[in-house]
């Protein structure tokens, strides 16, 4: 690991909040999606109680992934891009070894 | 206590089962329409996870609440009917000293 992918410059960790927050926000907006037609369909109180363990599994699984903290955030990057919540052009400005990086973990997540 | 508030007959306990399942449909459905319209106003993740902790709260509450020992049934029915769910009409053909109990445990709800 080189210095370059592990120290975030100044730009760099403006690119990255907002590119963060992008996908964060693109996610939230999917499960919200969800959520409404879960609601307008249910029908009775298995219905509800579904929606409710659908919200509590993706509550768990955001609380993990979304970590913002710079020494694993080539990580979070790499699963937010496997699963399509970041896009390419969201990290348009970081080093390109940083992007190697992540784009490297994507590979082993969709590999696993 | 008389062995007929303890004693739930055969046909005590079918208008029993009855009333309990009419409320509990009764409730969940509201708490349905309170989700739908929650994820229709929603707007950005933290409306999202305001239905998350909405939906938690109510499935504790719920999980509380309908219990359906006949050792605790009029305290069940008491609590239902003080909160709405029940209606006198759901009770008719239960005897009267159980009657008297459950409207007497929804005063104690009302009053504390």
């Given at each position: 690991m080189t210095e370059n992918e592990t120290v975030w410059s100044k730009p760099e960790k403006e690119i990255a909040r907002k590119a963060y927050r992008a996908a964060y926000h693109r996610e939230c907006s999917d499960i919200l999606m969800t959520v409404r037609k879960m609601a307008s369909e249910a029908e009775d109180p298995a219905g509800l109680w579904k929606i409710h363990d659908f919200l509590r599994e993706k509550r768990r699984e955001s609380d993990e992934k979304y970590d913002y903290r710079y020494s694993v955030l080539r990580w979070v990057f790499a699963r937010l891009m496997y699963e399509g919540?970041?896009?390419?052009?969201?990290?348009?400005?970081?080093s390109e070894e940083k992007l190697l990086g992540i784009r490297q973990f994507a590979e082993f997540y969709a590999r696993s």
């Open positions: 919540w970041l896009k390419p052009e969201d990290l348009e400005g970081i």
